[in-house]
């Protein structure tokens, strides 16, 4: 018969290996304007683009910050980028030390 102890680690082996294939992320799209399929525990990215109101809009035509005819880069945008997990709860925040949008009267 088994003991308790080699049960104990049997079990043990099985929760760390099932944690491990649980927490793989197979999405290589690293992207955020680019469309991918993703499924539980896959990562996928966000981005904030951080500038002024009118950095937004061409033609009077409000465009995703995803599109090139912008220019965000030319108008000294800021850029957040977050890499959460699907079905895993994520904290966002941007370190405001060096760069306070709020003071700017930018927007997202």
Do not use: H, W
């Not at 049960?7 to 043990?12: Q, V």
């Amino acid at each position: 018969m088994v003991n308790l102890t080699t049960m104990m680690m049997m079990i043990m082996m099985i929760i760390v290996m099932s944690v491990l294939i649980g927490a793989s992320d197979n999405n290589a799209v690293y992207s955020p304007c680019s469309d991918t399929q993703i499924s539980k525990g896959d990562g996928f990215t966000i981005c904030l683009a951080i500038s002024s109101r009118e950095a937004f809009f061409l033609d009077q035509v409000q465009l995703s910050p995803c599109d090139s005819r912008l220019g965000l880069a030319a108008k000294m945008s800021q850029l957040a980028l977050f890499r959460p997990k699907v079905d895993e709860i994520s904290l966002l925040s941007i370190d405001t030390s060096k760069f306070n949008p709020v003071s700017l009267s930018l927007y997202m």
